[in-house]
């Protein structure tokens, strides 16, 4: 299945859950609400014919500083979604505000969305509501702050840990 | 751990006698047997472990966020430090990831390159699996052999890039510099020297008694399991699943090239031992048909006229010296010491927004010097239009994906790896519970997990 017919296939089911939807350089992305996102990757996996049977990735963005969308929405967690039965993609894009700052688990989707929530919750701060283990994944449990925003200076040193010699 | 003895950890004692107390042992995150820096807390009944808990981040060094503060190309030498095994790989995902959001398409030897150069590096990276993990199984002589034919590979790289490691050779638009004279007779060496070490390991390996009791059978995962732990590449392969990013959305020369998808059924260590093995027979396939068939033909470095000296010829373009000098031919290392003309429009694409001018026409006329700049100055250099962009090519370990996210600006908005080797280290756990500690090391090994893309 090509691209926009996955997108039309979302739009019939879920209709006003989905935001909005576009492609960019021939990759097919949908915008889907809040609420509906667990729903909406269960169904991208369980559908026959689309049978996404794979989450390649999952990952944040930060608009804090994009030109623009500085007012909006500030983090954007996005979804690869891959099928291995019909060799197509797609991307889900869930926006999240900083007051919320969270999204529904989709580790019973998924169980690779553990860790890569877990890295998500460490860079960016975004809590997944529902998760079973949600500890940093990269970074220690000392570290302060959330290092992929792009409010966190690159430069900043952390005081080190450990056991004082 | 605070309520065991050191006896207790030393002997496991109380573990396996029924009363129900697990001995929790922490290996890592320095260990010998562990090639790699990651700490694993076991819960041990005897020798079996229950339950594990993998720690991963000690090599972490903010890749991602690094990407974001130079430029689009200024990420390159980045990308050689996530998986520093095959660190070319990398190069190229990355540089194809970004042409992807920019819309241009490199030429067709440039493609080629990638492809042969992406193969040398898969079978460097799946030398030094096998070796490594062998090693662990207390085979020695495999692993010095299978380095021995690493570092023939590490040659051709060398001859290439001028680096063994931190090679960074791709560039968005193309690569850094053309093939050496004489590549093709090299690597034809080189591969009859590494096939008759992979000879010899077959031999040694394949059907020998306690490396097959050690590795079949051990650290299996289901194909269901496997697919939704998200693991891709020989791991996935080897539970008979033939998902190979280079056959399903074929990149670069991959859909010209023949080579046949290694699958194994069983899923389990020795599965992946052999999908490896097979690889690296393919891979060597692959560049053997690329390089027969790379347009472009062998590189004539013949030129008709005088040749002048690249050092010589930069130093009087310096000084003005520049009238006629568009006019003369020269003769110029394609690798280090310059950049050969028409060489050069073969290995990049034709874009000025994208490409640096060779060095002669930089030094050598106007246009070139403003175009240089423009690609250099900050706030100039290299813009994609904003949008975004996911590009997956075959790494060695997986499908090794660059999302990018692009401002309109001229450096990254975002830059995301999506590391191959992090879903099964995520998916450890389930390999390794119900198995002795002792399965652990092997499992370990053909999990084959790279501190600098895991990390990153």
Redesign the interface.
Known sequence: MDGAAILDRLRTRFGAALVETHAHQGDHTAVVEHAAIVDVLRFCRDEPDLAFDMLSDLTAVDFLKFPGREDGPRFEVVYHLYSLRHNHRVRLKVRVDEDVAAVPTAVDVWPIANWLEREVWDMFGIRFEGHPDLRRLLMYEEFVGHPLRKDYPINRRQPLIGPKI | MAETTRHEIMLGEGAGTGTGQDLKLGMGPAHPAMHGIIRIVADLDGEIIRKADVE??YL?R?F???C??GGWNNAIPYTDRLNYVSPLINNFAYASAVE??L?IDVTERCKYIRTIMSEISRVCDHLTCVGASSMELGAFTVFLYMIKAREFLWELVEDVTGARLTISYGRVGGVKADLPEGFEAKVRTAFKQTREVLDEVHRLLTGNRIFMDRMIGVGALSRE?T????I?GPLLRAAG?P?DVRR??PHWAYDRVDFEVVTQQAGDNYARYLVRMGEMEQSMRIAEHALATIPGGPINVDFEGRAIDPAAYVDQGKQGKTEGLLLVPIRLSPNLQGQNKPVYDRVNAGDKRVVLPPKETTYGSIEGLMNHFMLIMEGYGIRPP?????F?SEGANG?L?F?V?S??GDRP??V?C?PPC??P???LHRMVEGEMVADLIPTFGSVNMIGGEL??
């Open positions: 991963i981040g972490h903010a991602e966020k690094d974001e503060v992807k959001l819309g399991e697919i939704a732990y998200g891709t699943v998902y399903a959305a904003a949008g975004e962009a996911y997956a499908e994906g999302y996210v401002d309109g908005y975002r995301r999506r992090l879903p280290m995520a998916a990390d990153r």
